[in-house]
């Protein structure tokens, strides 16, 4: 029938069904919709500043996507699994032994200087102070900081005179510090730079980075640091020397496969769990704790 006069009729009513249907279409398509993460670019982890460029990168720090992608995603390997179990048992079936070896522990030579433990503790504790200031929080997830504290934390004990303590960190802070040095330079650095994506003048850019201030103090300096804190006071070294050392390698595998990791933040890639050659890489981690060991015991 007509339109009543000065009314318009609607030529195609929506009722209440037809409102409630067109609402569930709407959030259908936006629950299809991929959304989008932000996250802190790779560099900001290691200390570097700046952000992406649309359309490109601006980071002389690749991302970790540019990583192989069979390396990054996908299920562990069962040689993983067999490996970081095993190794957590003998952690646990030696730590008696080790106890025992650090209770007869040989006591350090003199010659230390605790105005210089307080000097070097000092400086180490500044350039902390510099990290979290500029950086923030992020470059503390990485082991290069964990060691880096741990040398920091030693130095500190001496200048305090809380000697027990500073020994029971004394091989740990070394051998951190010596792999953190080691496998960036010998083992990163060149995988960085051969797949970095800006070719040429990207690996420029990465160099230059590596040369900053801050990456100079914790991946280079830290190492000459710690072996003349060392050989300063020396003292033979012990099986549970070694094994605190390990123990903390392997409670920072665990934080980095379980956490890091699944995050996406593929600091080192020659951890990942999924190739059937990760406990070659494990293994040969492992090798260097002992060497060191063995080298500065």
Known sequence: PPAPHGTQRNPSPMGAHDVRNSEASVEANEESTPKLIHRKKSGAFVGEEGEKEEGGLKNSFPDFEF????????????????????FGIWLV??????LDAAAARA???EGRSRELDALVALYCGGINVYVLARYGRYPYASYTMLAYLLLTTRHACLALGIVGAAEVIRFPALAMASITAG??????????????????????????FNFSFFLLNVHLLNLPLAILDHTRSWRPLHFGDLWLTLAI???????????????????????SPRPWWCAISYAGILGAYVLLYRFFG
């Open 67 to 86: 990583l192989p992608e069979h390396l990054r995603i996908g299920p562990w390997s069962p040689a993983a699994f067999v490996f970081i179990g095993c």
């Open 249 to 271: 390698a392997f409670a920072y595998v665990l934080f980095y496969l379980n956490v890091l990791d699944k995050m996406g933040l593929h600091f080192y890639i020659i951890l």
């Open 93 to 98: 079936c030696t730590a008696a032994s080790a």
């Open 107 to 109: 006591a350090p030579t």
């Open 183 to 208: 496998v960036w330079w010998v083992v990163l650095v060149p995988i960085l730079c051969s797949i970095h994506p800006q070719g040429a003048e990207g690996r420029k850019e990465f160099m230059k």
